[in-house]
Nanobody, 112 residues
Framework: VQLQESGPGLVKPSQALSLTCTVS??????????WSWIRQSPGKGLEWIGY???????YYSPSLNSRTSISRDTSKNQFTLQLNSVTPEDTALYYC?????WGQGTQVTVSS
């Protein structure tokens, strides 16, 4: 399984961040597979953002729940993170993940 993140590297404060993960070598609808977004802010550890399941249900970190949405496009084998009302504290390296498989990460900077 290979995962590849894509999306803008710079987002203005108060805007929405949108990142897409394209999956190859496996289907996002395979039973019991869960597809996550995880981030790492400068000087901090990994923070789990949320996941979307093989059936399309999503679950988010309680600390980010009010601003987060994860959706999918099964025809493209992709899943997408939207994080609303971003602040500079959302600046981080964002990864998509499934089990032991990780994307290479994409840097997102929140700045005016």
């Amino acid at each position: 399984v290979q995962l590849q993140e894509s999306g803008p590297g710079l987002v203005k404060p108060s805007q929405a961040l949108s990142l897409t993960c394209t999956v190859s070598g496996g289907s996002i609808t395979t039973n019991y597979y869960y597809w996550s977004w995880i981030r790492q802010s400068p000087g901090k550890g990994l923070e789990w953002i949320g996941y979307i399941s093989y059936s399309g249900t999503s679950y988010y970190s309680p600390s980010l729940n009010s601003r987060t949405s994860i959706s999918r496009d099964t025809s493209k084998n992709q899943f997408t993170l939207q994080l609303n009302s971003v602040t500079p504290e959302d600046t981080a390296l964002y990864y998509c993940n499934h089990d032991q498989y990780w994307g290479q990460g994409t840097q997102v900077t929140v700045s005016s």
